[in-house]
């Protein structure tokens, strides 16, 4: 019995392999390197990242990241999670080019799926400090990427190295946030999003696992809550217990809940567990369970606590690398990372 499951497992694992070695590398086209008629180049653009990017320009930079990082965390420890979101909602439109962190008028950061967006402070801190060591050196893309690195590792969550060297973009536009997904998509969909990010089904069955740590805006879920579907009652895919629960945190929308109920400052695998529970809080994250494509690795994620952190840390590291700006006429060092650089005339 005990070789028929490990034997069973081995074959899935084998199944995802497959899947993953002939989606993944998908290559993007790198902006300005050829022709528009011409092929897209068979390396992508992630491929002139570097983990000793910064290794004799900016020395003390990591050390710096993990410092700030800490003592914000340390004073708040909400921020890591949030800190975690920031960066993929980055990844997630124009790729990780730092475009959240614009700030002005009809920015991505001033939608509305941007409201609940929270560590800016943090970034602009780390930025600062930053600039002091290494001026004009280090893009904000970067210190967003290993900051997230490192409120993953706070929270318990595992260590991986960063490939460096993103530009940060100079374009950010509001509208472009409404693809960011906010709970209430159909798996189909979600598997699209992230095809187009670089990503398989099972970085975001393995990337949705970040709903371990965290809480979501009664806004998100009040809908599931409260009127699913239209039909003036709650989803019934959710506990029954757990709703009534919910609709007593939830009075307003603009009230936080934990994402996952169990142990919700702790990276673990309690969120793949809640969701056989029917203790998902998101639609999405409830259909991950259900799906027949993603259900199978939920269980065996629930079962493996070491195949989701290892998981993890190469999940982050390909958001992380999604439609980067790399390259010389790409992007800038931002000096500001709420703002674009002023046009050298
Ligand atoms: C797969 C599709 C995803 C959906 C539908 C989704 C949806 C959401 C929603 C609705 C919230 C709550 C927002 C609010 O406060 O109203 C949230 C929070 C969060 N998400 Fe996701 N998310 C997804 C993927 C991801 C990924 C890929 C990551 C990380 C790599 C991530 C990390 C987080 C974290 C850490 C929080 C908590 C933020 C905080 O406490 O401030 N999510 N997500
Ligand atoms: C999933 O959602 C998309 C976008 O809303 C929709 O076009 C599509 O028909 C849905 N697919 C299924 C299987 O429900
Ligand atoms: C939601 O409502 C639509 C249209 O009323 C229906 O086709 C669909 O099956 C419903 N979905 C669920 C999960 O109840």
Not at 155 to 170: A, I, L, M, S, Y
Not at 265 to 277: E, M, P
Not at 308 to 333: C, D, H, P, W, Y
Request: charged fraction near 20%; aromatic fraction near 8%; hydrophobic fraction near 40%.
């Amino acid at each position: 019995m005990r070789w028929l499951c490990t034997c069973a497992f081995l074959i899935y694992i084998f199944h995802l392999a497959t899947i993953a070695a002939t989606t993944a590398v998908a290559p993007l086209p790198l902006k300005g390197a050829a022709s528009p008629k011409a092929k897209a180049p068979l390396i992508p653009a992630s491929a002139f990242l570097s983990t000793t990017h910064y290794m004799n320009s900016c020395p003390n930079l990591e050390a710096i990241i993990h410092r700030k990082v800490n003592a914000w965390v340390t004073r708040d420890p909400t921020l890591a999670a949030s800190i975690i979101r920031l960066h993929f909602h980055d990844c997630a439109v124009r790729g990780c080019d730092a475009s959240v962190l614009l700030n002005h008028l009809g920015s991505e950061r001033r939608a509305e799926v941007s409201s609940t967006l929270r560590g800016f402070s943090l970034i602009d801190d780390i930025k600062a400090e930053v600039e002091k060591q290494c001026p004009k050196t280090v893009s904000c893309a970067d210190i967003l990427t290993a900051a997230a690195r490192d409120a993953t590792i706070l929270v318990g969550g595992p260590f991986w190295e960063v490939p460096f060297g993103r530009k940060d973009g100079r374009i950010s536009i509001s509208k472009e946030t409404d693809t960011v997904p906010h709970g209430r998509e159909n798996i189909t969909s979600l598997i699209n999003f992230f095809e187009k990010l670089g990503l398989t089904f099972v970085d975001l069955v393995v990337l949705s696992g970040s709903h371990t740590i965290g809480r979501t805006s009664c806004y998100a879920i009040r809908d599931r809550i409260f009127n699913f579907n239209g039909t003036g009652k709650p989803d019934p895919s959710m506990n029954v217990f757990y709703v009534n629960s919910l609709k007593k945190q939830c009075k307003l929308s603009r009230n936080f809940v934990n994402l996952d109920v169990m142990t919700p400052r702790t990276f673990d695998v309690a969120y793949y567990r809640n969701l056989a529970k029917k203790l998902g809080i998101l639609a999405t994250d409830q259909l991950l369970y259900s799906d027949l494509r993603t259900g199978p690795l939920v269980n065996i994620l629930a079962a493996q606590p070491e195949f989701f952190t290892s998981q993890f840390a190469v999940s982050m590291v390909k958001v992380g690398n999604a439609n980067v700006l790399v390259g010389r006429n790409q992007g800038e060092i931002r000096l500001n990372c709420n703002y674009v650089n002023p046009l050298k005339i």
